[in-house]
């Protein structure tokens, strides 16, 4: 499903224009971005939870040359279904 479709799905179940419906998944989504950008946990409650995880800088080496380098530190996202979702997914 791409965001199209969202914003189609969107407009035929609550009777809402094109346009509307576009502003409403945008929204949604700058709302989950900045939230996670501030470095908080977004969870959608029957859905499930984006957590920001940090990592340190570490070693690491150059696959093509063997190099060896540090790989610098950064914050990773990574999602966890809800139970809800799971049991849905394998019943």
Do not use: W, Y
């Amino acid at each position: 499903m791409t965001k199209a479709d969202l914003i189609d799905t969107v407009c035929e179940e609550n009777g809402f224009s094109k346009r509307e419906s576009a502003k409403i998944v945008e929204n949604m989504f700058d709302i989950i971005k900045e939230t996670l950008e501030n470095g908080e946990n977004v969870k959608l409650s029957g859905f499930g939870s984006f957590n920001i995880q940090h990592k340190r800088a570490r070693r690491g080496r150059n696959p093509q040359t063997g190099e060896s380098m540090t790989i610098s530190a950064r914050r990773i996202l990574s999602f966890k279904a809800s139970n809800v979702l799971r049991e849905k997914l394998n019943p």
